[in-house]
């Protein structure tokens, strides 16, 4: 018990770390999945296969591979910079960003085609159809699947702790180192780990039953 | 000027030639109800004049601008052709009133305070003032039909397209739907009705066309048009549907 409140102050900065990268990782990806869903979705050919391409290469792809080719890879040219924690907010971003998309483009197609007839007919562009019409009832439809996907990127950024980067894991494996107390020490991350992923899906829940479609 | 004129409309769906040769012309305040068999391209048809389907050849002009034409905006045209479906396509994630003012605020035609209250006018017009803070998923089917046509006409369309608008409602609702047509047409609007109505057609269209084959096989005032029609075709479609 002694161990872990002595441990708290650190495991509280690796906790910081660990939800700054999520935060900043899964707004990048976010972003990243919209455009590239629209890509895939638009009516050039080159464009949907630039998309298509980005998302099946990130797919077919392990993770720490990303990680390594983005860290190792691109840092031994000279003009990339990258420290570690951008690195992995990078990897992360683009990685969530390949299953948001695929989320996003799924949600988009689920809208029946007469809800982009009714809007343009009225007059509405494709673009103020997406913003107006398709996205809003997509994404409320998608939430579920979002939230699952932003689960699984919170785990990953588990594996950031190989490059180094101080996030709550690699908090856990320097006190471990210092202590011998694999036990409780790796429960506690876990526990930890648990409550953010708990409320995540509480926040989603919520947004859920807010946006519920009528 | 015709308000609608149709010249030798061609539409196919890859190898399949829906649309061979058509032409008509509506005139302004004309309603115009098109029969057919199910599958002989009605909806297409109606689809080809706004563009909803890109047609395959011939011109459409809507009150003289050809649809197809670069130099004319789809989206400026379309503002002047409202739209009824069959499944009314409301948005379901707006309330009613929002339905209505989505497109005139966001178009730039109202401000929302002028959106809002001419949205109320076509409500209560429609009967429906009582229902403009309700989602569209708390309605029966003939109220959505009754906010469909109202949302199509906040954007105070010259025209008005029909396709079936009460072939998806329970008997007892489709009265109500066709009331609210019946004084649109009274009013002026111009509009074209598919429908298998024939007792809607025969009472307000000011003209009927009969399409099959891909083509419009006649047209007349309803009266010639079901009590003395000339084509074979036509004949064997009405003693089924009459
Ligand atoms: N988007 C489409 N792609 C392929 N075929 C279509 C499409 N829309 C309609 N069709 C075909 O065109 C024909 C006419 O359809 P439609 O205009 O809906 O007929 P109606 O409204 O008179 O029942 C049908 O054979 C239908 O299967
Ligand atoms: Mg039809």
Not at chain 2, 21 to 36: L, N, Q
Not at chain 2, 155 to 173: G, I, R, Y
């Amino acid at each position: 018990m002694d161990t872990i409140i002595e441990s708290l102050p650190m495991l509280w900065e690796g906790l910081k770390m660990t939800l700054y990268i999520f935060a900043i990782a899964i707004v990048l990806g976010f972003l990243i999945g919209l455009i590239m869903a629209l890509l895939r979705l638009a009516p050039f050919k080159v464009l949907n296969w630039i998309a298509k391409i980005f998302i099946d290469a990130i797919r077919g792809t392990p993770f720490i591979v990303q990680l390594f080719f983005i860290y190792f890879g691109l840092n031994s040219f000279s003009w990339v910079s990258l420290d570690n924690v951008w690195a992995g907010i990078v990897t992360v971003a683009i990685n969530a960003g390949a299953y948001f998309a695929e989320i996003i483009r799924a949600g988009i197609q689920s809208i029946d085609k007469g809800q982009t007839e009714a809007a343009r007919s009225l007059g509405l562009n494709q673009s103020q159809n997406m913003r107006y019409i398709i996205l809003p009832q997509a994404f409320r439809r998608m939430l579920p699947t979002i939230t699952n996907q932003a689960i699984i990127s919170l785990k990953d950024t588990s594996l950031l702790s190989i490059i180094g980067v101080a996030d709550l894991t690699q908090r856990g494996r320097v006190i471990v180192s210092a202590t011998f107390e694999p036990f409780t020490i790796y429960l506690a991350l876990g526990v930890m780990y648990f409550i953010i992923i708990y409320l995540l899906s509480l926040l989603s829940s919520y947004l859920e039953r807010r946006f519920v479609l009528r | 000027m015709s308000m609608i004129q149709v010249s030798n409309l061609k539409k196919s769906f890859g190898d399949l030639e829906v649309i061979k040769d058509m032409s008509t012309a509506v005139e302004p305040s004309e309603v115009v109800c098109v029969i057919g068999p199910s599958g002989s391209g009605k909806s297409t048809f109606l689809r080809c004049l706004n563009r909803l389907e890109e047609i395959s050849g011939g011109h459409v002009y809507i009150d003289g601008a050809d649809i197809t034409d670069p130099k004319n905006n789809i989206n400026e045209i379309r503002q002047k052709v409202g739209m009824v479906f069959q499944h009314f396509n409301l948005f379901p994630h707006m309330t009613v009133l929002e339905n209505l003012t989505l497109a005139p605020i966001k178009l730039g035609k109202l401000k929302p305070d002028a959106a809002e209250k001419k949205a109320l006018g076509l409500l209560d017009k429609v009967g429906l003032g009582a229902k403009a803070k309700s989602y569209p998923g708390e309605l029966s089917g003939g109220q959505k039909q009754r906010v469909a046509i109202a949302r199509s006409l906040a954007m105070d369309p010259k025209v008005m397209l029909f396709d079936e608008p009460t072939s998806a409602l329970d008997p007892e609702m489709v009265g109500d739907v066709l009331g609210v047509m019946k004084d649109l047409a009274k009013e002026g609007m111009t509009m074209i009705v598919v429908t298998h109505e024939m007792g809607f057609a025969a009472e307000v269209a000011d003209r009927v066309l009969f399409i099959d084959g891909g083509y419009i096989v006649e047209e007349n005032i309803p009266n010639e048009l079901f009590g003395n029609p000339q084509h074979e075709r036509t004949k064997a479609f009405l003693s089924k549907v009459l």
